[in-house]
């Protein structure tokens, strides 16, 4: 955007050093870009929702408006979609080279989605009823990944072939300033509000997925000390000390980073799901969640349930030899059977930490497996359970059978007598 009103600011002079991964107008760009995302952190996550609407409304039409502009001005697909060998000067893959090629890109978008997958229900609980976020995970979600996936290779395919002497323009804002250096004044407008509405995209997607669940989870730990503001103000200084364009601006390690998203929070996610569906069943006793001493069933060891850090280490282990060796490929070198072992860690991490969950707790129950409160004591009783309750106020006992089925309690297995009273 700033280019695009001062076009000397893509010239402008680089005082960073050659091992910066960064230039000066890059950096400028992201402090701006920090120092106007900072304030909207202090909003509340429920008066989001507009905004987001919004931001996605704008760019989804300026990304197909960039794709048909591209598919016009060069004809067909391009040459990266067509002979995607020729542009790389390598030979085609075929048979196993070709499969794990593509499990490793899997399990690569399944971790840049990783920390979304585990972290939904930060979201979710807002919705007005439980089973209103389940459409948009299903359908919605795929079909925008899809569709941006294609359309940015697409585009980038087609920028190969009327800007021959570029490099490969992946990266968004490369590409429009390749469309203002190409296109002379007349692009500049174009370029400016294409600019405008990915910025707002993406400072919805800084915002929500890194400030705001940063954040939660900062709260969460520390909530003596520490509310979701102020962790998402943590979160964004942290974000500036960690260098994050030494990751963005070298294309293996910006790979490995995501990939190490699967690696690290596969485990977490299968015994999440395991513990809440397989093991509990669904039952909670929600007032035990918030008794914060040894009366509580989840208090186990401090607060702490070892059997989660244990499954946890045991299902990561297998991942981190391939891990290592592609983030530091020139010093560390493992067998090529740990690379695909890596190449497949999301998806193997998960079910095996699940299994090793399974098993462990069905070998020993937890406290209170099966059990939920006796009293609606956070108003969240469905009709069965209220009625339920209202018995046994009454002094009827249920059998187990009743306790779990909703027809039962509508007078199958409770006589006349009990239901009316």
């Given amino acids: 955007m700033i280019g695009a009103i001062w076009p000397s600011f893509y010239n402008l002079k680089n005082t960073f050093g050659p091992n910066a991964a960064m230039e000066t107008n890059e950096f400028i760009s992201f402090i701006i870009f920090w120092t106007i995302s ?17 931001s996605s409304v704008v760019v989804t039409i300026a990304a197909f408006a960039i794709f048909i502009w591209a598919l016009v001005k060069q004809g067909d697909v391009g040459p990266l979609w067509k002979t995607p060998e020729v542009v790389y000067g390598t030979d085609r893959l075929t048979g196993s080279q070709l499969s794990w ?52 290779i697409i585009t980038t395919s087609c920028a190969r072939g009327f800007y021959p002497d570029e490099p490969l323009l992946w990266k968004l804002y490369d590409l429009l300033e390749a469309i203002q250096t190409n296109g ?24 929500v997925a890194c400030g705001t669940v940063g954040g939660m989870d900062l709260a969460a730990l520390l909530p003596r000390y520490l509310d979701i503001r102020r962790g998402s103000v943590l979160i964004a200084i942290i974000g500036i000390c960690i260098n994050p364009w030494k990751i963005l601006n070298t294309a293996n390690t910006f790979i490995s980073a995501i990939s190490g998203y699967a690696v690290f929070l596969g485990p977490l996610t299968g015994i999440m799901l395991a513990e809440y569906y397989l093991i509990r069943r669904r039952k909670l006793k929600l007032s035990h969640l918030y008794l914060p001493d040894s009366r509580s069933d989840y208090w186990f060891i401090s607060g702490l349930n070892i ?36 190449y497949m860690s999301w998806l193997l991490e998960f079910f095996t930490s699940a299994a090793l969950w399974v098993t462990w707790n069905t070998l020993s129950p937890p406290p209170g497996l099966g059990e939920i409160d006796e009293k609606d004591v956070y108003g969240t009783f469905g009709p069965a359970e209220r009625r339920i309750e209202g018995l046994r106020s009454l002094g009827i006992g249920l059998e187990e059978d009743d306790m779990t089925d909703e027809s039962s309690v509508k007078g199958g297995s409770i006589d006349e007598r009990q239901a009316e009273a």
């Fill in 38 to 54: 900072l304030p909207v952190l202090f909003l509340r996550p429920e008066h989001y929702r507009i905004p987001a609407i919004i």
């Fill in 101 to 152: 090629a593509m499990m490793r890109m899997v399990t690569s978008g399944i971790g840049g989605w990783a920390g979304g997958i585990l972290y939904q229900s930060d979201f979710s609980r807002y919705a007005v009823h439980p089973g209103d976020q389940m459409w948009g995970q299903i359908f919605i979600i795929p079909i925008c990944l899809f569709g941006s996936n294609i359309l940015g």
């Fill in 184 to 207: 002379g004044n007349g692009a500049r407008a174009a370029v400016f509000f294409a600019a405008f509405a990915f910025m707002l995209s993406q400072m919805c997607v800084n915002v």
């Fill in 307 to 342: 059997r989660a850090p244990i499954v946890w280490l045991l299902s990561v282990w297998p991942s981190l030899p391939g891990f290592f060796a592609s983030i530091t490929p020139d010093t560390v070198q493992v067998d090529q059977r740990w690379i695909h072992v890596y």
